[in-house]
């Protein structure tokens, strides 16, 4: 039995083993990919802070007639040393100094640091003719072996006697004794994090599934959120009033972070704003308002919903360890470098069993 199971931890780590290191190296370089990016093109990623940013509609005005495109999302930063992000019609993007207008650099997103990186992380790049990623399932599969190579190491741990004495590493050990006491115990002692952390990878790719486990665990149901009536636009060509329509979300959520703007890609589209509420992990609350009129056409409190919900919502912010200052993103680092260390070593142990 244990020589049966031995081997299938092995064929699982064969069959995923250059993936899972791919995904092991993409996943703790998104972790810092971003300061990456300003540390090494500061031209192109910050500016210099100034008494207050333009209002938002003289600043999308000058971007759409500098790039004569209209803009489809504003993302503006909560830091006044960095740029705000624009993404246009013809779905490019352009980094703009907030206090000028100025458009520092225009981009396809997945030619940055971050946005590579993470495309390689998500779908390995590929994308087909009609601008789908199959290899997403294949990423999630991989996720998935992971989480199996994951429990059945901790059954071959756990099922001998004297499992606690084998969590003893004996720094002066032989370099392949300590090698298999670091992966033996390092599994033990990461089971849970890297499983969550594989988990909620895969609820990026798998939304039903690994929703349908989360409410079976939690015993809830994952709300959905509303979506706001289509408008009925004007007969004649009216502007869109941004800043107004911005400064009525305000009264619905007075103590929100703004965190990004959604302007109309149809006539029948209204403003979303994505707001971030006192009590939320991350932006997922919402207003919808007439870009014609500026009126509050529907809201959606995403701290007010059930547990379940929150939980859901909290995928996000648990994959990548932003949720609890640096020493968490550093912890995070060693997670996400840990499947690299357990791959490695793995293939270490079977090459000196088969060629001493």
């Not at 100034?50 to 803009?71: E, G, M």
């Not at 946005?115 to 087909?128: P, S, V």
Request: aromatic share 16%; hydrophobic share 45%; glycine share 4%.
């Amino acid at each position: 039995m244990k020589l049966w199971l031995r081997r299938t931890h092995l064929l699982l780590a064969l069959v995923s083993g250059l993936f899972l290191i791919c995904l092991s190296l993409t996943g703790a370089l998104l972790i810092y990919a971003k300061d990456i990016q300003y540390l090494t093109q500061s031209d192109k990623w910050t500016v210099t802070p100034q008494a207050s940013p333009l209002a938002f509609d003289p600043l999308i005005a000058r971007v759409s007639n500098t790039t004569k495109q209209p803009v489809t999302l504003l993302m503006p930063e909560a830091r006044d040393d960095l740029a705000w992000q624009l993404q246009l019609a013809n779905n490019r993007y352009v980094s703009v100094n907030p206090y000028t207008g100025d458009i520092l650099y225009e981009y396809d997103y997945y030619s940055t640091v971050y946005g590579f990186t993470m495309a390689l992380h998500r779908w390995l790049l590929y994308e087909d003719g009609d601008k789908n990623h199959p290899l997403r399932n294949w990423v999630s599969l991989c996720a998935l072996i992971l989480i199996l190579e994951i429990l059945l190491g901790f059954y071959i741990w756990i099922k001998p006697k004297n499992r606690l004495k084998r969590l003893a590493i004996k720094p002066k050990a032989k370099f392949r004794v300590l090698m298999y006491q670091l992966h033996t115990v390092l599994g033990v002692y990461l089971l849970l994090p890297l499983i969550l952390i594989a988990y909620t990878g895969m609820a990026f790719n798998w939304q039903t599934e690994t929703k349908a486990v989360l409410e079976f665990v939690m015993q809830g149901t994952v709300e959905d959120r509303p979506k706001p009536p289509d408008l009925l636009p004007p007969s004649e060509t009216t502007p869109y009033q941004v800043q107004k329509a911005y400064n009525n979300a305000l009264t619905v959520f007075p103590e929100g972070k703004l965190f990004r703007i959604y302007l109309p890609k149809k006539p029948t589209d209204n403003i979303g704003f994505r707001i971030e509420n006192p009590g939320e992990s991350h932006a997922y609350s919402w207003v919808w308002a007439n870009p014609y009129t500026a009126n509050i056409v529907a809201s959606y409190d995403a701290s007010k919903s059930s547990w379940t919900t929150q939980t859901w919502h909290f995928k996000y912010k648990f994959h990548i360890g932003d949720f609890a200052g640096p020493i968490v993103q550093l912890l995070w680092l060693v997670f996400a470098l840990s499947p690299l260390f357990f791959t490695v070593s793995g293939f270490y142990f079977w090459y000196k069993r088969h060629f001493r």
